[in-house]
């Protein structure tokens, strides 16, 4: 073993990851990912920016206070503030890194306006391209950082554990080979589950897997019945669908029907600006009454589309849509998960060795709702804080590199037909609006598909749907994000965050199914 051989593994490289092993240095630490560095997951494609109380009056308070009220009355209220206390200090981290953050002509940070947030405190780059730009910066900085091992095309699909602890990670490598690779400490950064869902905003590779390797070693997971549906993808039949940031809404642009009115005033009065959730039910409410959605930004950004908000433009041309002149059809799709591995505020899990950071971890600062741009802040935000907890913890040394002698013999071949079967399944049932009959019968399907399949891969993403289906099947309430048509509104006694583990939803499926 080399001297300054890594006994950290950190699996995953978008933001979370990479900024937490950025933190790590000079201690030595790998990065598995399936693709590049710093071009992967859901943080490169982050087009609104970061929360930051960074605007003159305004303060962590205000944002924590903020957070909580989007979160659905179930956010952990010391940890959401202890986030909006450190956020300055992180996003100054990035911008001495390098990241290109739009100033005021005075040098100071320019925030805009978000919806659900009472002040502008949305840092951003060029408009709409702040994850790209950050994740170049922090790919740049990682090839500069001898003590960053990459471990590229290498997809994690299993937590090796020896009496309760974890001792390594199993991963598959491009050629479909499995390798174990022992660590003392390992840090899952594996972002999201929209690809479990049909029509979504996330990347391919946000398959849930992490939820799903961490609550196969026995880890508790938290909330996960709470996902987000984004209101404005662009509904140009795309897998996975562009995103219209939010920001646009931030600038003026309106939700209209094919008839040109504005549903969502009748819905809430601050209408486009509503939190996500209620945005996201209007419009879905709409389309299914044939009434089409729309965002219309015409005379809000109008001629300046192109300069101001590129990402998106580039996305409606390519559909045929010129978006200065011609309205944006919309409709909602997955697109974060605010629940997860179940995390304190060091970013430590259930498990001996195991910690979770970024949108695979359940650390309370999103409740039931996540307040726009608060993930990109709770992966730098935690990031760091993983980095200390980790460096602080004696760690056994051991040879990281993945043993090539401990190859098994692996069926190549994807059971796609499941995962496509799946897909559909969550869109159909556990999607914007939900109601028990729907939700017992998807928790039905997918135990028997989870019985059917010999693909790990499609196994993991088995699990981590049985989490989110199981979760909101024993909610009988409407929160935050998650809406039982059966049971619309919140109920008191029910303000709680969930606790599951693999063994507590498998009971709820034996209970369905009896
Ligand atoms: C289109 C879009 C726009 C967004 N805009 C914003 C925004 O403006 N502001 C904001 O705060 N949030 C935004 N979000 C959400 C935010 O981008 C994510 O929550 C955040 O980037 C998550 O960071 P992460 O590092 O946890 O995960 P990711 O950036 O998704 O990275 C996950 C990494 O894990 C890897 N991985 C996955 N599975 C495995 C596996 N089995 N083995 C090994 N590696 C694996 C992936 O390849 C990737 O490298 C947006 C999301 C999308 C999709």
Redesign the pocket.
Known sequence: MRKDSPSIII?????????CALKLAPTPVAI????P?GY????????????AAVEEGDTPESHANDTVAAGGGIVEGDIALGMAQEARARVEDLAAMGAPFDRSTGGGFLPSQEAAHSRRR?VRVKGDV??RAIMEILAREVARTPSIHIVEG????EIVMRAGRVVGVR?RDNAGVIHDTPCAALIL????I?HLYRV????L???G??VA?AARAGALIADAEFVQF?PTAIDVDAD?A??A???LRGEGATIVDRNGRRFLLDIDPKGELAPRDIVARGVFASIKAGNGAFLDARSAVGAEFSARFPTVYGSCMVAGIDPSRELIPIAPAA??HMGGVWTDARGRTSLDGLWA?????STGVHGANRL????????IVFGARVAADVRTTPLSPVDWRPQADRIEPVARDRDFAAIEELRDLMSAHVGVIRNGAELAAAVRSIRRMMSRTNDIEAH?MLTTSLFIAAAALARHESRGAHFRSDFPQPDAALARRSLNTLDTVLRIADEVEA
Do not use: C, D, K
Request: no cysteine.
């Open positions: 699996v995953g490289g978008g933001l979370a990851g990479v900024f598995f990912a399936p693709t560095i992967s997951g859901s943080s490169f494609w982050a087009q609104g920016g970061i929360a949305i702040a994850g290498y997809s994690a699909q991963a950064a594996t972002g999201g929209g979504t905003t996330n990347p590779e946000a398959r897997i992490g390797m984004h996975p562009p995103l940031t939010e920001a697109h974060y950071v970024g949108e695979v971890a726009a741009s608060n993930s990109l802040l709770e992966a993991n």
